[in-house]
């Protein structure tokens, strides 16, 4: 049985070592007029009748595929994904980024081609790139790591933080590009080392390659969800499936329980992790297994926003609903159903 772990990411540890720091850090948010706790997506600072929503994510071990790929020019898309669909689950546009480049050695044609990933993921999500920062760190860093801050505003009173989410609230899930930039440490453990393929070798069913699929940039949410934000829909909670996937649900709200029972077909990179004899339950914890963003709305609603989501070419479905159980039940591709 492979197991996250296993490859080397322990997710409960990363939890713990998560709320050690939070912990410490907790008594600074009383130091300026915080609106949300930490452990939400993005934080809120408020400023006067708007708020400033920050967040920060790295690309992850999605960079190992990248260099046997040798292939550069996507992970900037990854980096700027990963930090502004967070910010969009507090109901804020994104508006700018900074990055962070830590190097072995520094590398001029790799950094060049980095920087094209970061100016198309730039371009898609509307935001500027207003600085950032490279540390060359030999004995520290192998190869390199990239990362990202972004802010967004939105307005006091158009905050969503999930508070308002109800019993009976229907899930909206909008489909991933695949694999996204979470959980690639298992997925290489179970792809090159036990079923023993290669980068160039392809994924059963489909005529693209093990390295094109991990290597496929993390979907970027930003318009349909800007756009969402812009009607008179009453959403309820937004939430950006990475790593820990659908337990992400859980930083929303306390006290309620979501049934997922409806999700599309996962794409077949995630069938073929689940065939090296990973669990279920592994699978739907580490992975976003097809679902890459949640849309939490009143059910009357819902069928309206699936529409004006698809419009925006979103490829929305309706895939479960909000329950009193204080629990995630989840109905998986193999017809079972595990819960959380």
């Known amino acids: 049985m492979v197991t996250y772990s296993e490859s080397g990411v322990n997710i409960d540890l990363e939890a713990e070592t998560v709320k050690a720091l939070a912990s410490k850090l907790k008594p600074t948010l009383e130091l300026r007029d915080i609106i949300t706790d930490s452990g939400h997506f993005a934080a809120l600072v408020k400023l006067g009748d708007k708020a400033i929503a920050m967040s920060t ?22 980096c700027i994904a990963m930090v502004v669909n967070d910010i969009l689950c507090v109901g804020a546009e994104p508006i700018a980024l900074v990055d962070y480049l830590a190097v072995e050695s520094p590398d001029p044609d790799t950094a060049a081609e980095i920087a094209e990933g970061l100016v198309k993921g730039a371009e898609e999500s509307k935001i500027s790139i207003i600085g950032g920062e490279t540390a060359s760190l030999p004995k520290i860093i192998k190869d390199f790591d990239l990362a990202g801050t972004g802010i967004g505003f939105v307005d006091i009173d158009k905050i969503i933080t999930g508070s308002d989410i109800e019993v009976g609230d229907t899930l909206i899930g909008l489909k991933s590009s695949g694999i996204h930039s979470n959980g690639l440490s298992l997925a290489r453990k179970a792809i090159f080392e036990d079923a023993g393929l290669k980068a160039s070798d392809k994924i059963p069913n489909t005529n693209t390659t093990v390295g094109e699929e991990l290597l496929k940039p993390t979907k970027l949410y930003v318009k349909p969800i800007v756009d969402l934000f812009n009607t008179d829909f009453e959403i309820h909670g937004l939430a950006h499936i990475t790593g820990g996937g659908f337990t992400n649900l859980q930083r929303l709200k306390k006290g309620i329980g979501f049934e ?3 999700l599309p077909e996962p794409q077949e990179i995630f069938k073929l992790i689940y065939q090296q004899n990973v669990p ?23 069928k309206d926003i699936i529409k004006e989501l698809n419009e925006n070419d979103a490829e929305a479905f309706e895939i479960g609903k909000v329950i009193s159980e204080d629990k995630i039940k ?3 591709f193999e017809d079972t159903e595990i819960e959380y």
């Open 330 to 332: 989840i109905k998986t």
């Open 260 to 262: 997922i029972n409806n």
């Open 57 to 78: 994510d790295g690309v992850g071990s999605k960079i190992l595929i990248a260099k046997m790929m040798n292939k550069y020019d996507t992970v900037g898309i990854d």
């Open 280 to 302: 279920l339950k592994e699978m739907y914890k580490v992975f976003n297994m097809g679902i890459g963003f949640v849309v939490i709305a009143k059910a009357e609603e819902a």
